[in-house]
């Protein structure tokens, strides 16, 4: 069975300090793609990040960065520089290639950026 | 380029009524994906279409939901009769059929806050 699990309900960081947010997952599938979505207080998601499982390099996106480790089935996302804005519910969340790709989510993170 | 909207943002209804949530995909996506967040547990999905045939729907709850896809563009999620588990976020994304080069990216909408009271 597919599952993601994120152990840190409430993480709170210094402005412009750097944080981790924690994800593993479990798949017995070879093929599969992590991602990352960002949720607001506004309600829409936000695509951030995404790592494929063949991939043999970190992804990054700006201040975005995926730590993946695939031995031990975990993809942390690393936000660095916080700023105010990046508050927010962080969801990280995994697709097998196969048969439809449907996303199986974590229960998210909740971020806070202190001044 | 627009997002995938999703009508209405909010709805409010009374047990054993009715609910129509409406999402339209990002234009050219043959994707589209439901999923619903019960308050304070993960994201789940509900079902897939790829243009307007139902690809996987074996996240749909029961037999009260009923999603469609008219012409492979916008689709439809009734809910009937509403129950009071049935309250959530539906969120709806798509995403472009890259066939075989692997995971596809999907991009939500902003979801629709449903309460049944």
């Known amino acids: 069975a597919q599952k993601i699990t994120q152990t840190q309900p409430g993480m709170f960081v210094q402005e412009k300090e750097a944080v981790t947010l924690d994800c593993t997952y479990d798949?017995?599938?070879?093929?599969?793609?992590l991602f990352w979505y960002k949720q607001p207080s506004s309600g829409e998601m936000i695509f951030l990040i995404y790592q494929g499982s063949y991939d043999q390099q970190n992804a990054t996106e700006g201040r975005y960065s995926l730590n993946f480790q695939k031995a031990r089935k975990s993809a942390n996302l690393v936000i660095s520089a916080s700023q105010l804005g990046d508050s927010a519910m962080y969801f990280c969340?995994?697709?097998?290639?196969?048969?439809?790709?449907?996303?199986?989510f974590g229960t998210g993170t909740s971020l806070t950026v202190i001044p | 380029e627009a997002g995938v909207t999703q009508f209405p943002s909010h709805s409010v209804i009374e047990k054993g009524q009715t609910v129509t949530l409406r999402c339209d995909p990002i234009s050219g996506h043959d994707n589209l994906y439901w999923y619903r967040r019960v308050m304070g547990k993960e994201i789940k999905f509900l079902l897939h279409f790829v243009k307007e045939s139902k690809q996987d729907e074996s996240g749909m709850p029961n037999n009260r939901f009923l999603a469609e896809r008219t012409g492979g563009t916008y689709s439809t999620l009734k809910v009937q009769p509403a129950e009071l588990e049935d309250s959530g976020v539906y969120f709806c994304?798509?995403?472009?059929?890259?066939?075989?080069?692997?995971?596809?990216?999907?991009?939500f909408g902003p979801g629709t806050r449903l309460t049944v009271l």
């Open positions: 994304a798509s995403s472009q059929d890259r066939g075989f080069s692997g995971t596809d990216t999907q991009y």
């Open positions: 969340a995994m697709s097998l290639r196969a048969p439809g790709n449907q996303f199986y």
């Open positions: 798949t017995s599938d070879p093929s599969y793609g």
